[in-house]
């Protein structure tokens, strides 16, 4: 029982839980997130390197004249709180990066962008210091489109890189992309992808943050389109609309985004636990 007269800190609960017994490792664990921010390095270096490291990645950018710039980080942050909440003690969390690649909105003011080599510079980067510290689970999840190629193109050079290795799962994944159809969940959700500012993100914000939504009444419904589908044209935000938002925000709620919160944190949550479940060589999984 000693071991309490330590710091509090996460791994000093885990003794603690595991000194005094299993009566009380229930209160003690469903409190835990692991938190990048909150541990020492020693406690980093004693962790399992099974344990999954999550790399959340979004944006400052502007989200059409009704939504403020840091919609992307805001929305991925709650996400993240949810699910950490969710893991507690089984992955560990890096801080969100709220500086994505976000040159196509840079015709609107506010957005700040690391160019696409440089936003690849630095998700690759990320990667080699958790592999240098023994880390063998890297995740990079995402909450921003246009981080989309280079986070791919991150996990594919690390990859490539290690090719001696047979032991690393380096993942990108967006969180909208794990699956879930929230206009299955709920019919009155209209929308059946991703937009920009639109009835999806409108909602989240609506429910976590409505202060800082605008006049809806403004926002005129922007079409998503059909540029040249399947293939895959360049674009600039501002040759899609005029606001800067895609979508129909008038459509947007706080109960749908509660629902949307719902299915992203479930879909997450799952996709970790198919991470925690590899068996460290397949490579299904
Ligand atoms: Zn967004």
Redesign the pocket.
């Known amino acids: 029982m000693f071991c309490i007269s330590v710091e509090i800190t996460f791994l000093v609960s885990l003794r603690f839980a595991a000194c005094a017994g299993d009566q009380l490792q229930g209160s003690l664990f469903s409190d835990v997130t692991m938190n990048l921010t909150d541990l020492n390095w020693s406690a980093v270096k004693s962790l399992s390197k099974d344990t999954p490291v999550v790399f959340p990645v979004?944006?400052l950018?502007q989200?059409g004249r009704h939504?403020p710039l840091f919609?992307?980080s805001m929305?991925l942050g709650e996400i993240i709180r949810r699910v950490s909440e969710r893991m507690n003690d089984r992955a560990l969390f890096a801080p969100l990066l709220w500086l994505g690649n976000s040159d196509h909105h840079l015709d609107f003011a506010g957005t700040l962008s690391a160019a696409p080599r440089v936003y690849l510079d630095l998700l690759s980067g990320f990667l080699e210091n958790f592999i240098q510290h023994g880390f063998r689970r890297l995740v990079i999840l995402n909450?921003?489109?246009g981080n989309d190629v280079p986070g791919k193109q991150a996990v594919f050079e690390i990859r490539q890189k290690h090719r001696q290795r047979n032991d690393l799962l380096l993942l990108f994944a967006t969180y909208w992309h794990l699956g879930g159809k929230p206009d299955e969940v709920d019919a009155n959700i209209q929308q059946q992808q991703?937009g920009?500012?639109c009835e999806w993100?409108t909602s989240m914000v609506l429910r976590i943050a409505p202060h800082l939504v605008g006049d809806l009444k403004q926002a005129q419904a922007v079409p998503f389109g059909n540029a040249f589908s399947p293939a895959t044209r360049g674009w600039i935000t501002r040759e899609r609309t005029e606001p800067g938002h895609i979508g129909d925000p008038t459509q947007a709620t706080a109960q749908k985004g509660e629902t949307l919160f719902q299915v992203f944190t479930h879909d997450a949550v799952a996709f970790l636990e198919r991470v925690i479940a590899w068996d460290g060589k397949s490579w299904e999984g």
């Open positions: 979004a944006a950018e989200h939504m919609t992307d929305l909450g921003h489109g991703m920009h500012a993100e």
